[in-house]
């Protein structure tokens, strides 16, 4: 009887000490698994968040420096040839740079030069370089693609610091102006008023018109809608 139950006793005892390593082994590989996942994501975008570090200039100004907002908002990235979703950016229009957050928060500027290409609020912002992507003329930097057809449509968005003084504190103002680009053959031609984009189509002078009158587009008050009208009009017609 009792070497029935030391044989019992010996038998548990074995069959708890076999599941407490089994179960230590299957605990090790659930925390090894996640870790394992963090450092394939960290070295990932350890390229990304290894620029220096931007500081925010007039930040108590009435405008500000960056396109369209002040906030953070998530975009895509395509920098040295990886692309990174979900991430939070600035874009300063007035230095022509892209800003992004870092998971402790500080605000990191990327090199532009690796930055293929960003998107974020439906705009697609592309870097070009002068006498490889455009004209020789036009300045190296990001453009705002607005139309991808036969006949490519780009917008340079910048902003001027101007000063003015309010009550002995000088007040920073950063007005926008906006420089479109139209590519037809293999050049780009700035376009500043209907008469200007018209004469790029001669050909079709008064299909175009037609477009933006039946359309009731006022060149002067949306030039951006009437030069993606006036050139994806023209792509159709140019096929026909």
């Known amino acids: ?17 076999s599941f407490g390593q089994n179960g230590g082994v299957a605990e090790a590989k659930e925390t090894a698994y996640p870790i394992a996942m963090y450092k394939e994501a960290t ?10 570090q931007y500081y925010v200039y007039d930040n108590r100004s009435e405008e500000h420096q960056f396109f369209e907002f002040r906030k953070w908002h998530n975009g895509v990235i395509m920098y040295d040839g990886q692309r990174f979703d979900s991430i939070p950016m600035l874009y300063d229009i007035f230095k022509d740079e892209l800003i992004i957050k870092h998971f402790n928060g500080d605000h990191i500027l990327l090199q532009s030069e690796k930055v293929d290409y960003f998107k974020v609020d439906n705009h697609n ?20 693609v607005l139309y991808e057809g036969k006949s490519r449509t780009i917008v340079r968005r910048v902003k001027q610091r101007q000063e003015k003084i309010v009550d002995k504190m000088v007040i920073a103002l950063y007005p926008q102006k906006n ?13 500043s008023s209907k008469k200007s984009a018209l004469n790029l189509f001669p050909e079709y002078k008064r299909e ?6 039946d359309q009731r587009i006022k060149f002067r008050k949306n030039r951006e809608t009437a030069i993606v009208t006036i050139v994806d009009t023209y792509d159709k017609l140019a096929k026909q």
């Open 43 to 52: 070295s990932q975008s350890q390229n990304l968040y290894n620029g220096r």
């Open 208 to 213: 175009l018109r037609k477009v933006l009158k």
């Open 1 to 17: 009887m009792r070497i029935c139950t030391f044989t019992i006793f010996l038998l548990s005892c074995l069959a708890f000490q």
């Open 125 to 144: 912002f592309v870097r070009y370089e002068a006498g490889k992507d455009i004209n020789e003329q036009m300045r190296t930097g990001f453009y705002d």
């Open 179 to 191: 420089n479109f680009f139209i590519m037809k053959g293999d050049r780009y031609y700035g376009v």
